[in-house]
């Protein structure tokens, strides 16, 4: 018996930060997660899959096209024709959709979010218990009111949390592994953690991660994990990959560079051996520049021309979207020493570096600067991965490449 | 921090050169431009802080070999003396060769980068023009104005103008701006956001179409009902409009039906047609009996005319076959003597066959000989076939094998011949070094070339510049004024040329002036006297006078009146003066005379009133003529001042130039010389360069030669010590080349010997092969013939031979059997024949029996065609009479048959004659087609109703009409195209749900379009912190001007404005502040008149000298708080005078006590300058063309 266990697909949920410009792979990737989830049903069939199971976040919350479950019931309709059996339940993210609640799915069996309840597949052999989340903010351990395990059948746990709490994730429905070993489950079958991970393997508890890296935290290989189970046993578990582009982070170490197109030369090596590593995937990369080096002033100062010439070059190199050249280096020169060389110029770099010492000055002279930029900007600019020109991060940001821009204009850089 | 000592060990064109700077005060460097000056001061900063991986100082000492000096002494007195090289490991290293640790220069440069170096204490002519234009792009904006000078930047003015531009791209707050990309990113993104709510599909609306689609289904399956419903009575309708006649037409059948029926005897349905058939059949039958009989008695009668001899037609078969047989015969018979010629020619041809190999052979023999065992003859012709190739194999194989080893003997003598190799290690590597250097004769012959050139320019220059007998070097230490002297001479020229010219003129047109009002006097005095006053009263009294009397004499109406009553005392005086009394009576004269007096009157009021103008006009010449005097005399006063100043002017002009030797021609014509000579100074020391060059290249050109000539002498060859480089290394490459010939040559034979060692030993086994299968042949040969029964020592080819002609006399042998076969078959077949013809005509034709054969077998034939043919007539007549005998008894049968019939059917319908019968039939038959024509009328209103009942049918139309039919589908005509109507709108209402539906179907419009938004977020996000780092930058910047304004401006002020008035030479006494047209604080330059002005109304000399000012102040101030470091002033006295020159170094002077001053020149006249301006004390100079005599 073959199990696809799968979670987070967040179906039109689209990717963040990728800025079009001339020659990027846009068309490829403005429906990657629906294409992932299409690549995932291809391969369950053609694996002659007996069971999918989906452990929530099929959907984003607050998203209301009602075509994107059209989409999800059209695949599932897919497998079902195909003999798949396809079990699902609703994460934080799919608790409150209005999809969830209103779309009707071709022979699936959803969890209801009353009371955990069990599937039971009579001809697999197989039991599988789950509950779906009611409300987004799940606080409750869920899985310690799951029922014990079925004698004689093989029994999987459907579930969404965060176990005891993992990185950059809400704490929903915390349990710990104990408590999921207790039920003598064979197999757990986790979702709302991003990034695969293995938790045990007695009993199996996994997290297969989200179906396609969405934004530049999401790196590496997506996918769905496939469970062999031979005579009530499991078999093996593997990692399968099916996402459309894969998000990296390349992160350069300018220490030795002397100038930016050092740096660009080895920024391009890193992007090299990010596309070798995708597997034939657009590689979606934010390249990271640090380390502490003399170039770092003409870096910041030059910043919109590398990014330009980084993304030039990224042509040449293969199928690749340069999402972000992010300057993050220190400068390896003591400026101090300006004040007596260049007084005039040291007034300048001293008077930047008293405004990084108190960000409350920087915000309280300069804030109302931007206060216009900042009612222009829409909502959702200003959110969470936004920026907000009048915050202090945003402020103490723009000084630095301020700084960078006054000292290349003041000669102090960017000569040969 | 000061440079104690630069040594220019091995840098640019210098090598070991060393410049002593220890002395206190200004030094002034006097070096040829590029060449040396500029290299010396890229030394001073290379010195400092490294040289760099690309410089350009290697054009005669190459990378490795580059090496700066310096001694270096701090404010508080520790020193540091130092090598550097340009070398990644240990570049610095102390006098002792130890290396030097980078850190310990940090001391003597606290801080300082090479860029802050060049751009805070390195000052050129190019810099302060910079600085200049920059103040007066910004019109004296103070700010920008001492901010960047004392940041000893150039172009912080348009820097700042470049961010603001640079902002406003990305941003504008403005409502409704669309253009900065930020902006126009944000309307994408709203655009985006809409485009994505368009697209979306909620939930609710997803299923409330699904209701209204199931609504708009069941109402639209109602009304296709109530159409069909409607539809179907209509057609009822129509149904029965069109069956109307038909249904009528039944109605009346159906009524004779009734009548029919009571009467008749229903008889079997084909009983009539039955009846009519046999009737007919009975007279057919009648008729064919007769006709028949008539016949066969007409045939007897033809038969009974024929006779035929039978015996001879009994025989026709064997006469037949007989005549088939005649032409085999006659064939046979002609073709057998040649037959049996063959087989004995064949036979004959065997036997001689056999007989070349086995003489006396008989011909009975023959047969047995020719069969030979078929394995032995296989074998003995393979090996016949091989023998060939083995005799061919062993002399092939011996042929190679001379030949091998002849050529191993050839190779092995070549390489004795050419004896054992020379050393030619030396060789190689003097030319290869020779290489390097690249073609060193064909570069001293372009430099030469060049330097030819750059002679020949020169010495044009001298010549057009009247120097000729000037040397180069003596021209570049010419101590020829500054070109703004020379200018400032040639305005002062210019300036008194055009004043002096401007008196003369004035003083020419005043003289013409004062002529001019003198002769208008003249004239105006010459003119006649005027009248007096009193002459004009007198004249208008008598006119007066005259008057009266005349409106007297008219009033009073009469000349009754004496004219001297009516006349007062005054009246009479009046015409008294008129002096005509007589004529005071008569009214004519009266009239005339009054006219006469208002005229005179007139004219002398004309001419006195002339005349007083004329008075004032005099008046006013006699005073201009007065005044034109006084101004002559002013201007020829001025004029002769002018003319002074003009001679005292010459005399300094020629005073500047006599340490020339140049007599100089006018300052505005030596302008242009001194451009001219600028050039002139220029090529000479690219002259100097070249001609260096040129002493390099003739170093390292005998250096190679002497190398080469060594290398030679080593191996060997003698070559003339006075011959060129050229030949040398001609004669060295030659004798490598021979080196490299020989070796190879050698190489080859070596190689050569080894193959052909090879090849021998190869070709002597194939040798001992082939021999070895030879052997074998030949025993395999004597075991063939043997089997052959053939005698030894028979050669393959007589073998071959022998086997071929036994084959032939084989083949003759069968040919001569065949023909000995066929004259058998032959003999026995003619016999055959001729007794078979005898035994024929025996029996038939016994007349024939001694005739010919074939002679006999055509008669019989003839003879036996006779009687066939009446035979055949005669059958033919007895087949045509049993035919009609065949055909009588059937017409009687059938005759027989048809009375029979009759009978049957007068029983079977009971009638009691044939009469009856027909009458019955023919009542029977009415019957039946009224039935049938009934049941075809149901059958087609079945057809045309689908199948329907006539009777329902006949039922359904009831009494109705046809009036009433059409009434009623019009009616249904009507409730059909209302219920039509109904159903399409609702199908319309129904696809546009459809369509609307099948959009819901997982489309990814919306997820698309908010993919292009955040794609937007992500570009508002990038522009947003771009625009706000430029707009912070400028942000930043201007308040630090402010501040550092704020700070600064009083100190930078006390200290600039007395050096700037000092650098104008007093045109300015001072510099003040004024809000300008932006209320921006701007300078004002003010002169010792206290006149203010604009710094848009000063020169460029001046804008570059206000820069200075502000330089040197910011760098005082900064040098009063930090360890000072050297200055260093390329040539910045391009644009100054020698006032301006001398003032400037006054003041680097002044600030010398501060830092130390560096001041590199290619004037000479600087250096002088510098004499005269700088006590001895504080000034030392240096100069660094020590490569031109006289240069110092």
């Known amino acids: 018996m073959k199990i696809l266990h799968a979670a987070d697909l967040h179906i039109d949920s689209p990717l963040r930060g990728l800025e079009q410009y001339d020659g990027a792979p846009w068309q490829q990737l403005r429906q990657a997660p629906r294409d992932a989830l299409s690549n995932l049903v291809n391969e369950a069939i053609d694996e002659e899959v007996d069971l999918a199971l989906f452990a929530g976040d099929i959907y984003d919350g607050n998203w209301k096209d009602f075509n994107t479950g059209l989409f999800f019931s059209s695949e599932i309709a897919r497998l079902t024709e195909a003999g798949v059996a396809v079990v699902l339940l609703a994460g934080n993210h799919d608790a409150e959709s209005k999809i969830t609640k209103r779309l009707t799915l071709p022979n699936a069996f959803r969890f209801g979010h009353d009371r955990p309840e069990t599937c039971r597949l009579e001809d697999l052999g197989v039991a599988v218990h789950g509950q779906s989340y009611s409300q987004p903010d799940v606080r409750d351990n869920l899985a310690r009111h799951y029922p014990d395990a079925e004698p004689g059948v093989f029994n999987i746990g459907l579930l969404h949390t965060a176990l005891t709490g993992r990185d950059g994730h809400e704490p929903y429905a915390p349990c710990t592994l104990e408590d999921l070993a207790n039920k003598g489950y064979d197999y757990w079958a986790l979702g709302h953690v991003h990034h695969r991970e293995v938790v045990s393997e007695n009993p199996w508890v996994v997290f297969p991660g989200n179906l396609q890296g969405r934004h530049a935290k999401e790196t590496g290989p997506k996918g769905y994990t496939l469970v062999t189970v031979e005579d009530g046993e499991v078999r093996s578990v593997e990692e399968r990959h099916v996402d459309v582009a894969r998000w990296a982070r390349c992160e350069v170490d300018a220490s030795g560079a002397g100038t930016p197109a050092d740096v660009l030369d080895l920024a391009q090596a890193e992007l090299g051996k990010a596309v070798a590593e995708a597997e034939g995937r657009i590689v979606a990369a934010r390249v990271v520049i640090v380390g502490t080096t003399d170039a770092h002033d003409a870096l910041l100062s030059d910043h919109e021309e590398l990014e330009a010439e980084l993304r030039s070059r990224s042509f040449e190199i293969g199928d690749l979207w340069v999402e972000k050249f992010q300057i993050a280096t220190k400068r390896a020169r003591d400026l101090s020493g300006l004040r ?3 007084p005039a110029i040291g007034a300048v770099v001293d008077a930047i570096g008293a405004l990084r010492d108190q960000p409350d000055e920087l915000v309280a002279r300069y804030g109302a600067t931007f206060e216009s930029l900042r009612e222009r900007l829409p909502l959702a600019a200003r959110g969470a991965d936004g920026i907000d020109p009048t915050s202090e991060t945003a402020l103490k940001n723009a000084l630095e490449a301020a700084e960078a821009r006054l000292l290349s204009i003041m000669g102090e850089v960017g000569r040969e | 921090m000061r440079i104690q000592r630069l040594d220019l060990t ?76 340009k070398r990644r490991k240990d570049p610095l290293v102390d006098p002792g060769g130890s290396a030097v640790a980078e850190a310990a220069l940090d001391a003597f440069r606290p801080s300082v980068t090479r860029e802050a170096f060049e751009q805070m204490f390195g000052i050129d002519h190019t810099r302060l023009e910079a600085g200049g234009r920059d103040i007066l792009e910004g019109r004296g904006e103070v700010g920008a104005l001492m901010f960047g000078a004392s940041a000893g930047i150039t172009d912080l003015r348009a820097a700042l103008t470049k961010l603001d531009t640079e902002a406003a791209t990305l941003f504008s707050g403005r409502k409704g701006a669309a253009k900065p990309g930020l902006n126009a990113a944000i309307t994408r993104y709203g655009a985006a956001v809409t485009a994505t709510s368009a697209a979306s599909v909620g939930p609710e609306a997803h299923y409330r179409l699904v209701r209204e689609i199931t609504k708009l289904k069941a109402t639209e399956r109602e009304l296709r009902q109530q159409v069909e419903d409607a539809s179907r009575s209509h057609a009822e309708a129509t149904l029965l409009l069109a069956l109307l006649s038909t249904l009528r037409r039944r109605r009346e059948l159906v009524t004779a039906l009734s009548e029919l029926m009571p009467g008749a005897v229903r008889l079997r349905d084909d009983l009539p047609d039955d009846l009519a058939s046999a009737l007919s059949r009975r007279d057919e039958a009648r008729d064919a009996v007769d006709e028949i009989e008539r016949r066969i008695e007409g045939v007897n009668a033809r038969m009974a005319e024929i006779e035929v001899d039978e015996t001879l037609v009994g025989q026709e078969n064997r006469i037949s076959e007989l005549t088939a047989g005649r032409d085999y015969y006659r064939n046979a018979k002609g073709d057998r003597p040649g037959l049996a010629s063959e087989e004995a020619s064949q036979r004959q041809r065997a036997v001689e066959l056999l007989s070349r190999l086995r003489p006396g052979v008989q011909a009975e023999e023959a047969v047995e000989l020719t069969v030979l065992p078929t394995l032995a003859v296989t074998n003995a012709e393979e090996l016949a076939d091989a023998a060939n190739t083995m005799s061919k194999g062993v002399e092939s194989a011996q042929a190679a094998l001379d030949e091998s080893q002849s050529e191993l003997g050839e190779v092995l003598r070549a390489l004795a011949e050419a004896g054992e ?13 020779c290489n390097k250097d690249g073609d060193l004769v064909a570069q001293r012959r372009q430099v030469a070339n060049e330097a030819r050139l750059l002679e020949t320019e020169v010495a044009e220059a001298t010549s057009s510049l009247d120097l000729v007998g000037r040397q180069p070097d003596e021209i570049l230490t010419l101590a020829v004024p500054g070109i703004e002297t020379v200018e400032g001479f040639a305005g002062r020229y210019d300036e008194l040329g055009e004043s002096t010219r401007s008196l003369e003129n004035d003083l020419k047109a005043q003289r013409a002036k004062r002529e001019q009002r003198a002769v208008d006097l003249a004239a105006l005095r010459a003119s006649a006297d005027a009248p007096s006053e009193d002459q004009l009263i007198d004249a208008r009294n008598a006119r007066e006078g005259l008057w009266k009397r005349i409106r007297r004499l008219v009033t009073d109406e009469g000349a009754n009146v004496p004219m001297a009553d009516g006349l007062d005392e005054a009246d009479t005086e009046e015409v008294e003066q008129i002096g005509n009394p007589g004529e005071v009576g008569d009214p004519n004269q009266l009239a005339g005379s009054y006219e006469g007096a208002v005229a005179d009157a007139d004219q002398l009021a004309d001419r006195l009133r002339h005349e007083a103008d004329a008075v004032a006009r005099r008046a006013q010449l006699e005073a201009e003529i007065t005044h034109s005097e006084e101004v002559i005399g002013r201007l020829s006063e001025e004029l002769n001042g002018r003319q002074s100043e003009q001679a005292e002017l010459e005399r300094e002009w020629g005073d500047l130039w006599v340490t020339t030797g140049i007599d100089p021609r006018v300052p505005a014509q030596m302008a242009l010389w001194h451009a001219r000579f600028g050039a002139l100074v220029t090529q000479c020391a690219s002259l100097g360069a070249l001609r260096d060059r040129l002493a390099a290249l003739d170093h390292d050109i005998e250096a190679n030669r002497q190398h080469l000539l060594k290398a030679l002498a080593g191996i060997g060859v003698a070559v003339d010590s006075d011959a060129p480089l050229a030949l040398v290394r001609e004669r060295a490459e030659q004798e490598l080349e021979n080196f490299a010939v020989l070796e190879e040559q050698r190489r080859q034979l070596e190689k050569d010997r080894k193959r052909l060692l090879s090849l021998v030993e190869r070709r002597g086994a194939a040798l001992t092969n082939a021999q070895t299968k030879k052997d074998e042949w030949e025993e395999a040969w004597s075991g063939a013939l043997e089997a052959l029964s053939l005698p030894k020592g028979t050669s393959p080819r007589s073998v071959k031979q022998f086997l071929v002609q036994t084959q032939e006399a084989r083949q003759a042998l069968k040919l001569a059997e065949a023909a000995a076969t066929r004259v058998g078959q032959m003999d026995d077949s003619m016999a055959s024949f001729q007794h078979e013809l005898a035994d024929v005509l025996s029996l038939v034709a016994p007349d024939l029996e001694d005739a010919e054969t074939l002679s006999a077998l055509s008669a019989l034939s003839a003879r036996l065609a006779v009687q066939t043919k009446a035979m055949t007539k005669r059958s033919t007549h007895q087949l045509e009479r049993d035919g009609y005998s065949a055909e009588l008894s059937e017409a009687r049968l059938a005759l027989t048959a048809a009375e029979g019939k009759l009978g049957d059917l007068v029983v079977e319908a009971q009638a009691a004659d044939e009469p009856e019968l027909r009458a019955r039939a023919e009542q029977f038959e009415s019957l039946r087609r009224t039935e049938g024509e009934l049941a075809a009328l149901d059958a087609d209103l079945r057809t045309s109703s689908q199948d329907r009942s006539p009777v329902e049918l006949d039922e359904g139309l009831g009494e109705a009409d046809e009036s009433a039919l059409k009434a009623q589908i019009s009616h249904f005509d009507e409730v059909q195209r209302e219920l039509i109507g109904q159903r399409e709108g609702t199908y319309t209402l129904l696809t546009e749900k459809r369509h609307e539906f099948a959009l819901m179907d997982g489309s990814a419009a919306a997820a698309v379009a908010f993919a292009e938004a955040q794609a937007e977020l992500a570009e508002i996000g990038t522009l947003t912190e771009r625009y706000m780092a430029t707009h912070l930058a400028s942000q930043l910047l201007r308040r630090q001007m402010e501040v550092f304004m704020a700070e600064q401006q009083a100190p930078l002020m006390d200290r600039a404005c007395p050096w700037f008035s000092q650098l104008t030479c007093g045109f300015f006494a001072t510099l003040e502040t004024d809000l300008g047209d932006k209320d921006e604080t701007v300078l004002i330059g003010v002169r010792p008149n206290r006149e203010r002005v604009g710094v848009e109304g000063f020169t460029g000399g001046t804008t570059d000298q206000l820069y200075l000012a502000f330089r040197l102040a910011g760098i005082s101030l900064a040098a009063e708080h930090n360890e000072p470091m050297p200055l260093v002033f390329d040539d910045i006295f391009e ?16 600030l010398s006590e501060q830092s130390q001053v560096l001041v590199f020149t290619h004037h000479r006249h600087v250096a002088e300058a510098a004499k005269g301006v700088i006590m001895p004390g504080l000034l030392t100079s240096h100069e660094l063309v020590p490569r031109y005599p006289g240069a110092g």
């Open chain 2, 10 to 85: 091995a840098y640019g064109p210098f090598t070991g050169r060393s410049l002593d700077l220890s002395a206190p005060g200004v030094h002034v460097i006097l070096g040829v431009n590029e060449a040396g000056k500029s290299r010396a001061l890229g030394a001073i900063i290379d010195g400092l802080f490294g040289i760099p991986e690309q410089t350009s100082a290697n054009f005669v000492h190459t990378y490795d070999a580059l090496e700066i000096g310096m001694a270096l002494r701090s404010s508080d007195g520790r020193s540091l003396e130092f090598r550097r090289r």
């Open chain 1, 340 to 342: 007596e060389s260049v």
């Open chain 2, 421 to 433: 190799e020379k050393d030619s290690a030396t060789l190689k590597s003097s030319v290869a070094a």
């Open chain 2, 1135 to 1150: 644009k100054f005078d020698e006032a301006r020159t001398a003032a400037a170094l006054g003041i680097l002077a002044e």
